[in-house]
T-cell receptor, first 114, second 113 residues
């Protein structure tokens, strides 16, 4: 079984300040972990993916995430927020036990103010 | 190259009518997935295809929901006798193989009046 908990439903930051979106997971196997972003009325876009090659994963648009097995966490960070980062972010786990069904977190809405 | 496409982008229907939603995966992707995104339930897995076979239909919410895939490419999700609780965004994703990264289409927003 696998599950994902996104600890914040909403995060508000000012433009130019750091972003931290928190995610904890559980998985019976060695998981793959993903962050997807969804802009209003758009489809889901893959930001980054962890598959055990390296614990610090760099994604698009300056985002990165660190896999911490001891804490079962996969938090998403960005040093400096842009207005265009305002969107909903989903942390996703796949336990790689068979076919790759994804389990999604409930999402975190990132609000960026000028 | 072209991404996953879905049609229609929006569908409004009356309760009790049948609807068909279409997904065109990325060319060459053997795995195809349907998900549903609704306000109360978040993102839920519906069904997975490997080629034209559906090894896992466990996410389909009722027997009013069915899906097929032909030629290892296009997939159709059919909802019969639609109910208001079927209103949601239906997302399709495809991956090169079952263990690979899934790429999502823009979704079909279904509204049942």
């Amino acid at each position: 079984a696998q599950s994902v908990t996104q600890l914040d439903s909403h995060v508000s930051v000012s433009e130019g300040t750091p972003v931290l979106l928190r995610c904890n997971y559980s998985s019976s196997y060695s998981p793959s972990l993903f962050w997807y972003v969804q802009h209003p009325n758009k489809g889901l876009q893959l930001l980054l993916k962890y598959t055990s090659a390296a614990t610090l994963v760099k994604g698009i648009n300056g985002f990165e995430a660190e896999f911490k097995k001891s804490e079962t966490s996969f938090h998403l960070t960005k040093p400096s927020a842009h207005m265009s980062d305002a969107a909903e972010y989903f942390c996703v786990v796949s336990d790689n036990s068979g076919y790759s069904t994804l389990t999604f977190g409930k999402g975190t809405m990132l609000l960026v103010s000028p | 190259g072209a991404g996953v496409s879905q049609s229609p982008s929006n569908k409004v229907t009356e309760k009790g009518k049948d609807v068909e939603l279409r997904c065109d995966p990325i060319s060459g992707h053997t795995a195809l997935y349907w998900y549903r995104q609704s306000l109360g339930q978040g993102l839920e897995f519906l069904i997975y295809f490997q080629g034209n076979s559906a090894p896992d239909k466990s996410g389909l919410p009722s027997d009013r929901f069915s899906a097929e895939r032909t030629g290892g490419s296009v997939s159709t999700l059919t909802i019969q006798r639609t109910q208001q609780e079927d209103s949601a965004v239906y997302l399709c994703a495809s991956s090169q193989d079952w263990a690979d990264t899934q790429y999502f289409g823009p979704g079909t927003r279904l509204t049942v009046l």
